[in-house]
């Protein structure tokens, strides 16, 4: 048996938890979420939390009981403390800043680059221009926001210019070799 869908998933006080068969909606202090999983896993509330079950062993069935734990986790976590991620502007000249609720990269470019923010994500931008943190509640849409303004100017491993997440490693490499008499 899955050893993450085994765990019930603990709600906090001050978190409404809706469950119609496999429409889950959960609403907090930030927000609300809801999300519709697969009518093959049983989801119930009882004892102060949400239990996850599966009909068989079969490996689908398997697969999507951890999966179904881990979502409704996350989404409890999110409408509770939200999630961030913290991305880095490296190189000379990079910056960004903030327009009203849209971010500005200057990253290289002949022209600044303007991200609008999708519903339910803000961004704030850190000491000195260098750091964008991005919030919201829903993870998977923080998680992809960020990828986005990743791939705008992607870390390069020569210099190592780009933008970056905060703890990411760039692998280095050494550039052309000079010439030997």
């Not at 068969?21 to 609300?32: A, N, R, T």
Request: charged content about 25%; proline content about 6%.
């Amino acid at each position: 048996m899955s050893r993450v869908g085994r765990m019930p998933v603990e709600i906090p006080s001050g978190v409404d938890v809706k469950i119609d068969g496999s429409y889950v909606k959960i609403k907090g202090p930030k927000g609300e979420l809801e999300f519709t999983f697969s009518p093959d896993i049983e989801i119930s509330s009882q004892d102060g939390g949400i239990n996850v079950k599966r009909p068989s062993d079969a490996r689908d069935m398997r697969s999507l009981h951890g999966t179904t734990r881990a979502l409704i986790q996350n989404m409890v976590t999110g409408v509770t403390d939200g999630f961030q991620k913290e991305l880095q502007l490296v190189g000379v000249g990079y910056r960004a800043n903030m327009e009203g609720k849209n971010l500005v990269l200057n990253v290289g470019f002949s022209h600044p680059v303007e991200i609008v923010p999708p519903a339910g994500i803000s961004f704030e931008v850190g000491d000195r221009a260098q750091q964008v943190f991005i919030t919201g509640i829903d993870k998977q849409a923080v998680g992809q926001i960020a990828a986005d303004i990743r791939k705008v100017r992607p870390p390069e491993p020569y210099k190592g210019k780009g933008i970056r997440y905060k703890d990411e490693y760039i692998r280095r490499k050494a550039g052309k070799a000079g010439k030997v008499a």
